[in-house]
């Protein structure tokens, strides 16, 4: 038995869908426990490219558990959307949605990019989706959850309430005019309860149980360490706690059952949505880095901010989660630059910081101050897939001393490293589930 997380140790879209892909191909259950549509991952496989924004990664896998749970917020006309592209391209997702889940409505998309607008320079550069607001309404209670949506007269109880008070909201405060009615709602959130009621249970138990019938569970993150409603950079990360004690309140099981806590780490920075981003690269090895590995968001489209690795957030991500291991991304995609760079510490006002401050405001006055590397060579698509076999060793020297580097300063060990695109470019130095380490 083995229950492991996978988080994000950045600022989202590390890979962490193939770490997550990798990891549900030997889980019995697969389980999201925050964010909801916002959520980009895409996964490559056979040749063909998934992008899920609600599906957990089990979901290329018919006999496996996906999990959507209690802390995700979920879309419904997104989310079937998504089942139908699944099931039109030959798979049957076994999805279990947890009755406490809470459910983003057409008002709250419509106030996220109005409360955006109204924001200005603090906007966060959300994927407009509705979660800001829809959080806001789970912590107010105003929320209407999977297990009050499918109660018809519960349900057109609280819309009522919540179409007015929204509407107004929407006009009186915002100038925007919200034309959906409440009857055109209600009709379309009754059609999708009844598509959903098949899939909901009571998953925390579900998880529990699987935990002591010794399976392998994998809770897998959405989002990263540095969007944490918390301990982000915050106003602008997201509206949820996207780490890995969120893992926990999110899924409905408790701390103690966690054994593995994994951080997937980019060798680069990227980021889309607005904010300080100290190592941020506005030069041509910034835009040689985004055209090689295509960092264009998976949500949004939107071209992604690129920089120079950030140690002081990972090391925060260390902290922060409780890593046990690292997943690198991308090694391929950093190859063919001559000298690459390590922030080691920021300097804000003549003091060297090796974690972020608290305040975006400190943020934005850090200095990055980097230690340089040399690069390593592009060997070709061919030749990374053979590190795949001939493991750490094989990887260009140049790039195992930066690893390493970043490794033994964060004091968490190398789990994984990705090596390309597809789920099979991955070098696995130790396995989370079955604990074998090649090192
Ligand atoms: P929201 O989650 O749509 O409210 O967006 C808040 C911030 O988080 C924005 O800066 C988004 O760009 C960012 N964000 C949200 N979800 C993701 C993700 O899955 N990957 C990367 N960034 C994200």
């Known amino acids: 038995m083995t229950v492991a997380i996978v988080v994000g140790a950045q600022w989202g879209d590390e890979g962490k869908g193939k770490v997550a892909d990798f990891y549900a191909e030997q889980a019995d259950i697969v389980v999201r426990f925050c964010g909801g549509a916002n959520a980009g991952h895409t996964i490559v496989s056979g040749g063909r490219r998934f992008a899920f924004n609600h599906v957990p990664s089990g979901a290329l896998y018919p006999e496996k558990i996906n999990i959507i749970g209690n802390g995700v917020v979920l879309e419904p006309k997104r989310f079937f959307e998504e089942l139908s592209y699944l099931t039109s391209a030959g798979y049957k997702p076994n999805i279990v949605i947890s009755p406490r889940a809470h459910v983003v409505m057409p008002y709250h998309i419509a106030l996220d990019g109005a409360e955006e607008e109204k924001k200005g320079a603090l906007a966060a550069g959300t994927t407009g989706r509705g979660i800001g607001p829809c959080y806001s309404d789970k912590a107010a209670r105003f929320g209407i959850r999977i297990d009050e949506l499918i109660q018809p007269a519960l349900f057109k109880e609280k819309l009522h309430t919540m179409h007015e008070l929204k509407v107004k909201m929407l006009r009186e405060i915002y100038g925007v005019e919200f034309n959906q009615t409440e009857e055109e709602i209600y009709n379309q959130y009754s059609e999708y309860a009844k598509m959903l009621t098949p899939m909901i249970a009571d998953s925390g138990g579900m998880i529990l149980d699987s935990i002591r019938a010794d399976k392998k569970v994998l809770l897998e993150g959405a989002q990263a360490t540095m969007l944490d409603i918390d301990h982000g950079v915050y106003p602008f990360g997201t509206s949820s706690n996207t780490s ?178 597809d789920r099979e470019d991955m070098i696995v130095l130790r396995d989370a589930f079955s604990k074998k380490s090649d090192r």
């Open 244 to 421: 890995a004690g969120s893992a926990c309140t999110g899924s409905g099981i408790g701390p103690t059952e966690i054994d593995e806590v994994i951080g997937v780490v980019k060798v680069y920075t990227s980021r889309v949505g607005t904010g300080p981003l100290p190592t941020e690269l506005h030069d041509e090895t910034g835009q040689f880095i985004r055209d090689k590995g295509w960092e264009y968001g998976t949500a949004t489209g939107r071209p992604r901010r690129i920089g120079w690795l950030d140690l002081p957030t990972i090391k925060y991500a260390a902290q922060v989660n409780g890593l046990t291991g690292l997943a690198f991304t991308r090694l391929d995609t950093l190859s063919g630059v001559a000298k690459v760079k390590i922030c080691t510490h920021y300097e804000l006002s003549g003091r060297m910081l090796s974690l972020p401050p608290s305040s975006y405001t400190e943020i934005e006055r850090c200095k990055p101050v980097y230690q340089t590397f040399d690069g390593w060579e592009d060997i070709g698509a061919e030749k990374w897939r053979a590190c795949t076999k001939g493991g750490f060793e094989s990887l260009p020297n140049e790039a195992q001393t930066y690893l390493q580097f970043v490794s033994d300063e964060v004091n968490v060990p190398i789990y994984m490293i990705g090596v390309g695109r």
